[in-house]
């Protein structure tokens, strides 16, 4: 019986184990590799490319939207499922368009990842109505003029960490990087939004409805 391929990319080995054994039990999946970051993907595409990648949005090094831009570029075959903890309205929107063929929630049950994967696989998008929902609203508003729509992906990922109120630190360590690395790219993000401080970011994200569900940005630094 043939078997559709499928590889997990995210940082976490028991988020890797975890989807390795549920995509497995679905009979007609099996998985090629696991891996646990971006870079590591391409070497596992020389040996194989899958037919479904499951690539999450928070990698160490670069991030799952800069990795998900290089494979469209060199392996555009290949059915992303972007997976994420964010809500959809933090960072769906961003994965679709820059080529992933659905979006879910790391806490999705099982068998919403069999459906997903079997329509993206079927060369159809996995949306979910609240995505769909989104993306009109999306096309409808004219906001593009808005400051965060001009940062980059990282430093859209940083401005949501400091919207749940994390330190520095603790920004370094989930996204394997130097705090210094993280200053600059806070540094960049003011300066991009012509603001001053923490403070302001954090006014910012709850006037434009960026901050996830339950943070506390308010215990944020400034």
């Known amino acids: 019986m043939h078997k559709t391929t499928a590889a997990p ?40 490319v899958p037919d479904v990648l499951l690539l999450d949005i928070s990698l160490p090094g670069r991030s799952g939207l800069e990795v998900l831009k290089q494979i469209q570029s060199m392996y555009p075959q290949i059915a992303v499922l972007a997976l994420s ?14 080529g992933a063929r659905g979006y879910l929630h790391k806490d999705s ?3 919403v990842l069999e459906d997903a994967m079997r329509t993206i696989v079927s060369g159809k998008q996995y949306i979910s109505a609240e995505l769909t929902r989104l993306m009109i609203e999306e096309m409808a508003k004219d906001d593009n003029d808005l400051p965060h729509k001009n940062l980059s992906d990282r430093e859209y990922e940083v401005l949501l960490f400091i919207g749940e109120g994390k330190s520095m630190t603790d920004i370094a360590a989930q996204l394997s990087l130097s705090i210094k690395t993280v200053s600059t790219y806070r540094s960049r993000i003011l300066e991009k939004m012509r603001l001053k401080s923490n403070s302001d970011l954090v006014k910012y994200i709850l006037l434009h409805d960026l901050s996830p569900g339950g943070a506390d940005p308010a215990q944020s630094g400034s």
Do not use: N, W
């Open 85 to 98: 903890m964010y809500p959809e309205d933090q960072f769906a929107i961003r994965m679709v368009k820059a």
């Open 9 to 48: 990319c995210a940082d976490h080995t028991i988020v890797r184990a975890g989807l390795r054994q549920i995509v497995e039990s679905f009979g007609d999946f099996e998985v090629l590799d696991d891996v646990s970051s971006g870079e590591a993907l391409f070497p596992l595409f020389m040996k194989q």
């Open 109 to 111: 049950a099982p068998h």
